[in-house]
């Protein structure tokens, strides 16, 4: 634990605790709920939001970067979203409260609101500690999400779709997701909405059973003045196999966490990310992965273009269990800086006990290769076509790794969007 | 077609002059071979007529169809038909070969305000310039050079160039690395180009490869000028007796 001196709350922070106590009577939630809210706004009003010397939040000092938060009053009305690819089950949150809930075989979803009121086990407000701004603002705040239960054995072939939409304000939600054993399931997060300044804070629990296997495809395009801040805990049962793909194309202040546990033996985590960070962007994506018993894999690689004056973070900290051997874990994060005022801090960490384990971490930052460049651009191809080509080159081995054509189409399509706009 | 007048270039970095007042002149339609030892400047030419920025001109004249092109970028040197297949052609991960060649294909079209191909043609051209140069369809399916040998590069450029179908056609060292069967599928591609209204300079160390693509006039380039000019016999003198003699007697 870190001690921090004393200082006077900011104006974000003062606001928070004045909301809270403007809104806790209208927040859902039963007596032990209110209870945990409570407690969590005490902790940001006795520590503040981390500052630098915290060390999770060492390269993003949310305390200066969330100096102010916006009143928590929506702009307007945030429209759904047109499916990403055909086909699939929209669940959507409208400005924190639920609004469209297709529904889908052998798939049970409830609201995360009537959770919280009534008694559901595996259902809290939990967060990780007095630095855990994410988890404490979204524990003091959430209005809304959904729980979801995939039965086990049911193969779903529908991917489901769940959008956070805002029109400014503040949004706070949380996702509770279990995914029983056997089953299999594609699910798409995307956070959206206007380029009105809004805060979001967005939690989600996803726990895989014995031999799930799972796709979770999180798309973040906020917009040019959301802080977004996301957090993923993640529980991997014997044999269960999760790819989690992550796409950063907006935002003013992202803070991303995936805290993952693999408690069982043979599972499988795959984690890739591709972050677009341009103008003044500040996207943080930080890891924490727990492999606490034997014979389990993880590989995790994480691609950033970074343009602009914007400064992007990967915290990487793989943790190997004193027992968990043959524990074989792979992370790269590899980083284009496309101008000279772009930044990328990268800190990989391996914390190992077991003594017969592979773990590999690498970081690389690059700038555009001026030979290729010359090649493309001695073919006839413009420079700035040309430099797109080798930024996309960058990203699309990744992209390319998720297989399902529709999927990659639309991904590319917004990373070219991207492009135009930026590179 | 091209003129060069007296031009002097060095390396932009740190200012060493490599060409020291070079002339040429090469015509529509004709084959000219430039040789030359280790370090006189072979190289660094073609980059130039590319339009490399890692060479500063410093003095005199690029001109192609009576335009300077030094004001242009190698982008639309491209486009305006100049050519240079490379000694050493890059790896590109990540950019698959088929895209490549039709975004080059396409930007080329659109820079002369011609109509983009459409994929049904852009395949049947591309199907049958690689047949000619034994080339696969499954190599052209891996990103742009990668894992394809030294000879399968210098193949893949001169199947560039028959798609792209430049007027001025700069081989850099072209034979290089290639053994006798190679040369014969490149020589004949290129010869395969040769026509009335372009034109092809081959820089080239061996005479070996002037037996294939024969040219019309050869020069011997030296310490950054043409020292000597003259037809193809001039290769075989070269070949018989080194560089040194000719050297010499423009020193």
Known sequence: ??????????????????????????????????????????????????????????????????????????????QDLERIVDGTARLVLRNGQVATMDSVEQLTVGSMSDALRADVSGVSLNDHGIHDATGLINSAFVTDGFVIHVESGAKIAKPVELQSLHDGGQVHVRNSVTIGEGASVTFFDRHAGSDAEVLETAVTELKLRKGAEALWVTIQETGDAATHLSQMNVTLEEDAKLTLFVVNLSGKVVRQEINGDVIGEGADLTFRAVNLIGDATHCDITLSLGHLVPNTTSTETVRNVVTGKAQGVFQGQISVDRIAQKTDAQMACNTLLLSDDAGFSTKPELEIFADDVVCAHGATVTEIDQDHLFYLMARGISE???????????????????EDEALIEALEARINRWLEVHA | MLEIKNLHARIAEDGTEIIKGLNLSVKAGEVAAIMGPNGSGKSTLSYILAGRDDYEVTEGEILYNGENILEMDPAERAAAGIFLAFQYPMEIPGVATMQFLKVAMNEQRKARGEDELTTPDFIRLVKEAAGSLEISMEMLKRPLNVGFSGGEKKRAEILQMKLLEPKLCVLDETDSGLDIDALKIVSDGVNSLRSPDRATIVITHYQRLLDYIVPDTVHVLSKGRIVKSGDKSLAHELEANGYADIINEAA
């Open chain 1, 384 to 402: 700035k076509i040309a430099r797109g080509l080798l930024i996309k080159a960058f990203v699309t081995e990744i992209v390319e790794e998720l």
């Open chain 1, 1 to 78: 634990m870190t001690v921090q001196s004393k200082l006077p709350l900011t104006a974000a922070e003062t606001a928070l605790v004045d909301q809270f106590g403007a809104q806790f009577g209208s927040l859902p939630g039963n007596a032990e709920m209110v209870k945990l809210r409570d407690r969590a706004i005490q902790a940001i009003k006795e520590n503040g939001l981390p500052t630098r010397r915290v060390e999770a939040w060492h390269y993003t000092d949310l305390r200066r970067l969330l100096a102010t938060v916006p009143a928590n009053a929506p702009s307007g009305e945030a």
